[in-house]
Structures are given as structure tokens and as C-alpha cells.
């Protein structure tokens, strides 16, 4: 009766009665015939709840109430860790940071050894940086070095930790972590030290070169982190008065000014008319609306939400 009883309640989507119904039969029935089944129902209902998508209906603070409420059925291995990663994929979909920071770490700290804590601690570094707290992403990629981790996600790292050194402002250290990584995550926290340093002509070219070919695609509009490194590179060629590579901007990205959601910052950062004339003090405030910062977050959740499956369609939760 029990068992048919949270199963009504999981078809219904009331998945906290099911769970309390199974775990409360556990506890009294532990002796009898049919507890075996009854604990592997909780295993199987925390399972798809958390592995299989159903609790993606949930809110994502209901759904982080509920896995810590019933955590001990969170299973060891690999399975207990996706299970993490994609509740905190969906706290950090909605800004819910220090909580995501907070799951990532257990696991870091008490479950994972090697590959697996090394890629975690990646993820945590990553969060704490969206979260303005390099100190604390500095942490968690020095406490998780290990000379088996995969050459991507070394360069992921490396990225990672100069940008948290950057954030610090300890650029010459950021730029000797770097060192000679050409990855694109590296060249685009380089461009940024380069910026903060006001080496205008250098942070210019290299924003110009992570946008690559992008102008050949007139047809999908830029991005808000492809507008922020057109806005620099327009800005930068300007103040080093490099009007020639103005003139190739403007004519490569003019036909995205219809549909940009910074147009005014992009006309008027390849307005060549201005360049070698408008100095930083001039170009400040439309600097700082082309906040890098705020694009990069944007790629971060969504390569996050890719790892972790979260670009499927949720199941609705049932009332």
C-alpha cells in the first residue's frame, strides 16, 4: 500500500510526500517482507528526480530544498556527482551562486580525487568568479592541481586562474600564467589584462582577433560578448589613432548595426572621425557599457548548461 501510494504521488508530481511516504516505511518496516523494495523506490525516485529531469520543473530552490532534505539517497560514483552538477547548473541559471559554490565545494572536498575533482574544481573556480570572489576561485584551482588533469582542461584553468588574478589586479602575474596559450578563453583574458592596463593598440588587435571571421555571418547577429569586443576594438584603434583598422571595422560589422543591441556604443566606437582625437576620459562610460565581464558569465552558464544536459526540455512538474 505504501509503495502503491508514492507512486501516486510521484505520477502527480507531490515527489517530497512520495519520498517522506518511502522513507518513513524504511525506518518502521525495516524487518519485514518487501523493505528491500521499498528502500530501492527511494533510490529510484531520487534517481529520476535528479538524474532523469524530473525535478527540472521544480523550482530551483524547491529542487536544492528537496535534495538536501532527503541527500542520503544521493548514490556514490559518478552518477551522486551528475546528480550535483546539474542542481547547480540550475542555481547558477537563476544567480543562485553562493548555493551552487556551496554544492560544488562538498564535492570537491569530501567526494572526488583526481580527473573528477580537478574538473569540478574548474566549475567552482568558475562560480566564484561570476560571483566576484577570486580569492576563493584562486583556492579551489590551487587546491586541485594534479599532473593527470587533460590539456583542455589545463588551458581552461589557466584561463580561469588569470582572470582571478586579473580581478586582483596582479596583471603581470596574470599575463606569466597565461604564458604562451593561444586557446581562445586564454586570448580573450588576455585582451582584458591588456585593457586594464590601457595598452590600447595591442587589446585592440586582440579583441578584433577573437571576433575572427565573424563578420563573414551577416545573417546571425552578434552576441552581447562578440558586441563587447567589437565596442573595444573600435575604442582601442581609436585611441592608438589607428584609423586604417577603424576603416576595416566599420566596413566589416557595419551591416550588424540594425539588429545590435549596443548600436550607439558601435557606431560611435568605429566612428573614425574621432580616432587619435577623443581620449580614454572621452571613451569611459562607453567602455564600461561594454562590460566583457558580463559576456563572459553569459558563456559560462551556457557551456555549463551544456555539460551538464541542461539545454534539454525540462519536464513540467505536475500539480
Known sequence: MIRKL?????????????????????KRMAGVPGAT???????????????????????????????????????IGADGDEMVRRLARRLIDVDLLDQAAELLKHQVDERLDGVAKGQVA???????????????????????????LPTAMNSERRALEARALMDLGRFDHALEVLDRD??????????????????WAEAAALYEARLGGR?????????PSEESW????GVGYSLAGNRAALQRLSGQYRPFLDRAKSANAIRVSLDDS??????????????????????????????????????????????
Open 6 to 26: 508514492s507512486d501516486i504521488y510521484l505520477q502527480r508530481g507531490r515527489y517530497r510526500e512520495a519520498l517522506d511516504a518511502l522513507r518513513s516505511a524504511g
Open 122 to 148: 574548474t566549475n567552482l573556480a568558475t562560480v566564484y568568479l561570476m560571483d566576484r570572489q577570486p580569492e576563493k576561485a584562486l583556492q579551489a584551482i590551487w587546491g586541485s592541481r594534479t599532473t593527470l
Open 215 to 223: 563578420y563573414r555571418d551577416t545573417a546571425t547577429a552578434l552576441s
Open 182 to 199: 593561444q586557446s581562445d578563453p586564454a586570448r580573450e583574458v588576455r585582451a582584458d589584462i591588456l585593457w586594464k592596463q590601457q595598452k
Open 37 to 75: 523494495e521499498i528502500m530501492a523506490d527511494q533510490s529510484d525516485a531520487f534517481r529520476a528526480l535528479f538524474l532523469d529531469g524530473a525535478a527540472d520543473g521544480l523550482q530551483p530552490v524547491q529542487a536544492l530544498a528537496l535534495f538536501y532534505d532527503f541527500r542520503e539517497l544521493t548514490p
Open 230 to 233: 567589437l565596442v573595444r576594438a
Open 274 to 319: 574621432l580616432s587619435g582625437v577623443a581620449g580614454a576620459g572621452d571613451f569611459s562610460a562607453l567602455s564600461s557599457g561594454a562590460d566583457t565581464f558580463v559576456g563572459w558569465v553569459e558563456k559560462a552558464k551556457a557551456d555549463f548548461r551544456t555539460e551538464t544536459g541542461g539545454d534539454r526540455a525540462a519536464t513540467p512538474a505536475r500539480s
